[in-house]
C-alpha cells in the first residue's frame, strides 16, 4: 500500500522503475489503471468513490498533464509526498 486517499486530499508518488504499473484502489469492489511508467513524465490519477451496495465504490481516471496540474493545484488539502522503493 501506498497510501489511503480521503476527501481534499493529494499525494506526489515517486515510482523507481520504468516499465509497466497496475494502481489500484479497493473498497468492496477493486478498479484499477496500467500506466507505462517513463522516467521524466508526469502522471495524473483522478481518484473518487461510486456509491456502491454496502460501501462506495473506487473509480480512478488517468487525466491529462494539463488536467492535472490545474486538479492537483486546486485541491487545498496538506500535499503528502511518498516513495515507491518496490
Not at 498533464?65 to 522503493?85: C, S, T, V, Y
Request: aromatic share 6%.
Amino acid at each position: 500500500m501506498i497510501c489511503r486517499v480521503k476527501n481534499d486530499s493529494k499525494y506526489m508518488i515517486h515510482l523507481s522503475h520504468e516499465g509497466q504499473v497496475e494502481l489500484w484502489a479497493k473498497t468492496e469492489k477493486k478498479a484499477s489503471v496500467k500506466i507505462n511508467v517513463e522516467f521524466g513524465k508526469k502522471y495524473y490519477l483522478k481518484c473518487g468513490v461510486k456509491e456502491g451496495i454496502m460501501e462506495g465504490r473506487p473509480e480512478l481516471d488517468l487525466v491529462t498533464p494539463d488536467q492535472g496540474e490545474l486538479g492537483f493545484a486546486n485541491i487545498e488539502g496538506r500535499e503528502n509526498k511518498k516513495d515507491d522503493n518496490h
